[in-house]
């Protein structure tokens, strides 16, 4: 007979963030008990006052993200506990998993009258963040918030780090920014589990290369 052979836990990749969304590390998740997780990092963590309220962007081995909001039990450079952890609504999720960039992107709408669609117009638009859910654009068009315009289809085509989609999006806000152009926030329809994978992945790069970028400066 075989010897028993404990499984070694394994983790997920997570960043973690003050409760404000600031980024603090990227590393490594371990459930450790009902509502706690280890983290890890090779590149240390920032030590954390106990009490602390914290959120783990956390990434399972589909690819799906999750958020958890919970307070720092204990804290060092090699490990650190969060305990009383509970997930965070779709809302707080999109607040939360956002990151800033200065990118390129094509808005196109489509006319849905005849039954079928049309091309009305296409806009290249300056991506100014993404989130899982959704992102903001700032363009010189004028879009009308839906439903005063319920008859246009609008797709937005965004460059990923290796891939190029296209998604189905709907406009939640507006903010004027300038005379000419105006903030936008879009939110992304039901997105299918490749595409929602690949954003996921993407803004975890960015969070991971932001949060290395300000180490390197301090």
Not at 49 to 77: F, I, P, T, W
Not at 83 to 95: D, H, P, Q, T, V
Not at 188 to 217: P, T
Request: glycine share 8%.
């Amino acid at each position: 007979m075989m010897p028993f052979m404990r499984r070694k836990k394994r983790g997920v990749k997570c960043v973690l963030q003050s409760d404000s969304n600031e980024l603090l590390a990227d590393g490594v998740a371990i459930a450790a008990g009902e509502g706690a997780f280890d983290i890890t990092s090779e590149k240390g963590l920032p030590p954390l006052a106990m009490g602390s309220l914290v959120k783990l962007v956390m990434h399972g081995e589909d690819g799906a993200a999750q958020v958890y909001r919970g307070r720092v039990y204990y804290s060092n450079r090699e490990k650190l506990r969060v305990e009383e952890a509970a997930l965070c609504s779709g809302n707080e999720k999109r607040r939360t998993y956002r990151v800033n960039v200065n990118n390129d992107a094509r808005l196109t709408a489509y006319s849905r009258g005849g039954g079928s669609l049309r091309k009305a117009w296409v806009e290249m638009v300056k991506l100014r963040d993404i989130s899982s859910g959704g992102c903001l654009i700032e363009t010189r068009k004028d879009l009308e918030l839906e439903p005063g315009n319920p008859g246009l289809r609008l797709m937005l085509r965004i460059t990923l780090h290796s891939s190029v989609e296209e998604v189905e999006v709907s406009v939640k806000s507006r903010l004027n920014k300038k005379s000419d152009a105006a903030m936008y926030g879009l939110e992304f329809a039901e997105l299918g589990q490749r595409v929602a994978h690949a954003i996921d992945m993407y803004v975890l790069k960015l969070q991971q290369d932001q949060i290395r970028k300000s180490r390197n400066s301090l």
